[in-house]
């Protein structure tokens, strides 16, 4: 059964990875993005930032950094590129003392900056893992307006129970009514999970130190949601991993869970004093369903974002997944609802019962009010108020205790996630996402960051009645320079822009860039970017409340066809010139084509005469990425190639290349006689007339350099049609085409490359298995 399941899996991930809309449609690099003033980079005042958290301040219009013993505040105008730095080192003694444990000086022994969070309208609340003495101190920011950023370093306060002693543990946090709710590891040999409340007016709370309740979690994220208007029913739900306690005999499985507290939870009277009493968890379910019930499961959740809307009691909850095993390495996002998040807590739950104790849905009497609730006016009940946790029954609390896992998981919406991604050169660790009008709907723009420092920009399009989902990669944007993981992505909706977290720094990105798709309809159309659209003159920025009429945008189809008829477009969009190559029989030669987009389809035409057909393949003729390769060419291969791409029903020509098919005794003949009796193919383009014989005279400081470079161009044109037999010929031209030493030097070098260039040529058409090499490895001569 297990091979089953691994055979299933291959051919899935084989299915997913085959998809053209998989492949990113536009490819920028860090220079390309630098160029076109898309991208900027913030590495510290001294370059070495080592960036451990950020917050991004909208309503101040500024990005807070923490990092190694620092902490950094940038202003955000269009302009201004102001920024603030505080020196933030452990406290006297601690480093020492972290270094006497056998902690590693530079990765462990300083103060990493971990929590950043809005404290009130005036303080920022900062906490270090301060060489493994947790500590937090209140950063003045000043009010809106003000670049005001200042620390009193004798004010430190302990920070146990806010980040990680560790800098390399996970945790999870959110700041709200003055309280702070952190999931971490809280003790210095990283064995202590819990879920933390601490600060404000209200007591600590804490869960209990109980395998049921959290079972070697790595905590992810943490928000707030409400539950209605009734402020007592907010609740805190933290994302995490953890191993399986009811996975039976699979050792060590790992299920990801959504686990929830009431914001007013105050513990019990009795039982679970200053421990959580309405802590409840679930299963989140992220997989692919597959033939004979067998699914693919995604079990490692890696990042979550809530995607805000205009209500906040249901944000959508975008869920990076991941699975790695000795067959694939595979990456998910799934979509949740709140509302099938609240349906689950509200089921039966979990209980290990009967003679084989095995889990099953609890079917007994629940006490009131229900485990997992909080104390609200729905809860209370004439002759049964409840203030607060403190006034529930021991037999709730108990309850609450023994059964903290719901039977049912939490699916995703339409069962199925979004996107999936397999076998990939690197891997997914963030994601946010951006919900934007289109032309033809409302579209959510995911922006994934991997661990070599590429963000993805992907959509996905459901069509009709149909639950499958059309993944299209937009761009891959190469946003710093060199490899390097992201941490952290932030997304500001207001400024447009993305800020890319990673040891090496910060980035901000613009999320959009219509421009670069191209000038014309077609291009922009094909480009299916919700942020895009054709104005009647360029590709921009399409805004749904614009009162420009003109605009052209086709997200779901990218059909240019449609959206660009009156754009003088047809079926065949032919912007190319005719070019010539020649090459000598039997000699190899490539024909440059490279479509606009990768996900593009190119076909190959030859015309001769008046017949047009398409190019046959086979071990001779090979298609590859960049064009169209003869490992040998023939007399008979002579003609105008045509190459084609097609994308979306779109059709263009890209390149038409005239293939002038030489005979060896031709290029012989050439080589053995002047230079003024070249036949036609040999006439100077330029001239109308043959290029003529120049004495070495005409290389002489007095010579024109505009013939030396003409007749540098005429030799690279010879070079593109000999072959290796008739090298001895063109070193005895070479003789009399430069006289002096430095040419002849340079000459030899040349020489060289081309001799390098026909031995790439070679291996080429004896090894089969290289069909597909790039075309630098047997082009032409190049200088």
């Known amino acids: 059964m297990k091979g089953l399941t691994q055979f299933l899996l291959v051919a899935l991930f084989a299915i997913v990875s085959g998809n053209k809309s998989n492949i990113p449609r536009l490819r920028l690099s860090y220079k390309d993005l630098l160029s076109t003033n898309r991208s900027s980079i913030f590495s510290g005042h001294h370059g070495q930032l080592a960036l451990t958290s950020v917050y991004l301040d909208e309503y101040r219009d500024r990005l807070f950094l923490g990092g190694k013993d620092v902490l950094y505040s940038l202003l955000l105008g269009p302009t201004s590129s102001e920024s603030k730095e505080i020196y933030w080192p452990p406290l006297p003694g601690s480093r020492e ?6 902690k590693e000086p530079q990765t462990e022994c300083a103060n990493f900056v971990r929590l950043l969070q809005p404290h009130n309208r005036t303080h920022l609340l900062a906490c270090g893992t301060g060489a493994f003495q947790p500590m937090c101190a209140f950063i003045s920011v000043g009010h809106r307006g003000e670049h005001v950023f200042t620390m009193d370093p004798t004010n430190v306060e302990n920070g146990r129970g806010k980040v990680p002693h560790d800098p390399s543990l996970p945790f999870a946090s959110t ?31 804490r869960t209990e130190t109980d ?17 209605n208007v009734d402020r007592d029913n907010d609740k805190v739900y933290f994302f995490f991993t953890e191993k399986a306690t009811e996975a039976g005999d699979r050792e060590g499985a790992i299920h990801t869970r959504v686990g929830r507290v009431c914001a007013n939870d105050v513990g019990g ?3 679970l004093v200053n421990k959580w009493s309405t802590f409840i968890k679930a299963r989140l379910v992220c997989s692919v369903p597959g033939p004979h019930g067998i699914d693919t499961h995604f079990n490692q959740l890696e990042d979550v974002f809530l995607l805000r809307t205009k209500d906040e009691r249901n944000p959508d909850v975008y869920a990076l997944f991941s699975t790695i095993s000795n067959v694939f390495q595979g990456f998910a996002v799934c979509v949740y609802r709140m509302a099938d998040i609240r349906e689950a807590f509200n089921g039966p739950f979990a209980h290990k019962e009967g003679p084989d104790y095995r889990w099953g849905a609890y079917e007994g009497r629940v006490p009131y009010p229900r485990p997992g609730v909080c104390p609200s006016k729905i809860t209370n009940q004439p002759g049964r108020e409840f203030g607060s946790t403190k006034d529930f029954p021991d037999s709730v609390l ?55 420092g ?36 932030d997304i500001s909706v207001k400024r447009q822009s993305l800020y890319v977290g990673s040891p090496a720094g910060v980035a901000l990105v613009k999320l959009h860039r219509c421009e670069t798709y191209g000038n014309a309809c077609a291009e922009c159309c094909l480009a299916r970017d919700p942020y895009c659209a054709w104005d009647g003159a360029v590709c921009a920025r399409y805004l749904a409340n614009s009162k420009r009429r003109f605009r052209r945008q086709d997200i779901r189809h990218g059909n240019p066809v449609l959206q660009c008829s009156d754009q003088n477009l047809s079926e065949d969009l032919d912007m190319t010139e005719d070019r010539m190559v020649y090459v000598t029989e039997n000699n190899s030669t490539f024909l440059e084509c490279i479509p606009r987009s990768p996900q593009a389809t190119v076909t190959w035409f030859v015309q001769r005469d008046d017949r047009k057909e398409e190019v046959k393949l086979d071990d001779r003729i090979l298609s590859t990425d960049q064009g169209l390769l003869f490992r040998r060419v023939l007399h008979q291969d002579e003609g105008s190639y045509i190459c084609r791409s097609r994308e979306h029903g779109f059709t263009q020509t890209l390149a038409r290349l005239n293939l002038q098919v030489l005979q060896g005794e031709t290029v012989d003949d050439l080589l053995t006689r002047d230079i003024g009796g070249l036949s036609d193919p040999f006439k100077d383009r330029s001239t ?8 070495c005279s005409a290389y002489s400081r007095a010579g024109s350099l505009g013939t030396i470079g003409q007749s540098r161009t005429w030799f690279k044109d010879i070079m593109q049609l000999i072959g290796p037999s008739n090298l001895p010929h063109v070193e005895e031209y070479c003789e009399r085409m430069w006289c002096n030493d430095k040419l002849r030097r340079k000459h030899k070098s040349m020489v060289e490359k081309y001799r390098q260039a026909q031995d790439s040529a070679r291996k080429v058409r004896k090894s089969p298995g290289e069909r597909n090499r790039t075309p630098r490895d047997v082009s032409l001569w190049e200088e």
Not at 176 to 185: D, K, M, N, V, W
Not at 211 to 227: E, I, N, R, Y
Request: glycine share 8%; aromatic share 8%.
């Open 269 to 271: 009277q009795r039982v």
């Open 688 to 695: 109308g007339g043959y290029r003529a014989w120049m004495p």
């Open 211 to 227: 395998q049921k309740l959290l079972h070697d979690p790595k905590f992810v994220a943490a928000h707030l949601v409400p539950d």
């Open 398 to 452: 108990q309850f609450a205790r023994n059964h903290p896992l719901m039977w049912r998981p939490v699916y995703p919406a339409l069962r199925r996630p979004v996107l999936v991604k397999a076998n990939t050169p690197y891997k997914l660790r963030q994601i946010v996402v951006d919900r934007v009008e289109a032309e033809d709907g409302q579209y959510d723009v995911m922006f994934i960051g991997t661990d070599v």
């Open 454 to 489: 590429t963000v993805l920009k992907v959509i996905a399009l459901h069509g009709g009645n149909s639950l499958d989902a059309e993944e299209v990669t937009l761009e891959e944007l190469q946003v710093f320079k060199v490899p390097t993981p992201i941490t952290s992505m």
């Open 175 to 205: 700041f709200s009514g003055g309280e702070l709710y952190t999931g971490l590891t809280a003790d210095f040999l990283g064995r202590d999970s819990v879920i933390f409340r601490s600060m404000g007016s209200r007591s600590t709370m």
């Open 97 to 102: 003392h972290c270094i006497e444990t056998g």
